[in-house]
């Protein structure tokens, strides 16, 4: 399974960015989605989740009411649209899939992962 991870940059404080992610190698529809992220210093973080059909969607509290997680199972393809960005929301974002068709938190329960798409959000 490959993940291909597009659409960071760099963006003002309160401006959006989409992400997505293509997913190959696989049949999409398996797998639960996840975005985590990685800020400099910092260990990997939860962002985003949702499972085979895009429900069961969970957030991180910080992200809340400004992240939405959704998916094309059509074009095998997860995004996270991120509105009201925070300088704090900069990091590296990886998408990851899932060991089963369900949502999850945690890393260990996803086995494959993207190469990681840079976000920066000046103030």
């Known amino acids: 399974v490959q993940l291909q991870a597009s659409g960071g940059g760099l963006v003002q404080a309160g401006g959006s960015l989409r992400l997505s992610c293509e997913v190959s190698g696989r049949t999409f529809s398996n797998y639960g989605m996840g975005w985590f992220r990685q800020a400099p210093g910092k260990e990997r973080e939860f962002v985003a989740t949702?499972?085979?059909?895009?429900?069961?969607?969970y957030y991180a509290d910080s992200v809340k009411g400004r992240f939405t997680i959704s998916r094309d199972n059509a074009k095998n393809t997860v995004y996270l649209q991120m509105n009201s960005l925070k300088p704090e929301d900069t990091a590296v974002y990886y998408c990851?899939?899932?060991?089963?068709?369900?949502?999850?938190?945690?890393?260990?329960?996803?086995?494959?992962w993207g190469q990681g798409t840079v976000v920066t959000v000046s103030s």
């Open positions: 990851a899939a899932g060991k089963s068709v369900w949502s999850s938190k945690n890393f260990q329960d996803y086995n494959y």
């Open positions: 949702l499972n085979w059909i895009g429900g069961n969607t």
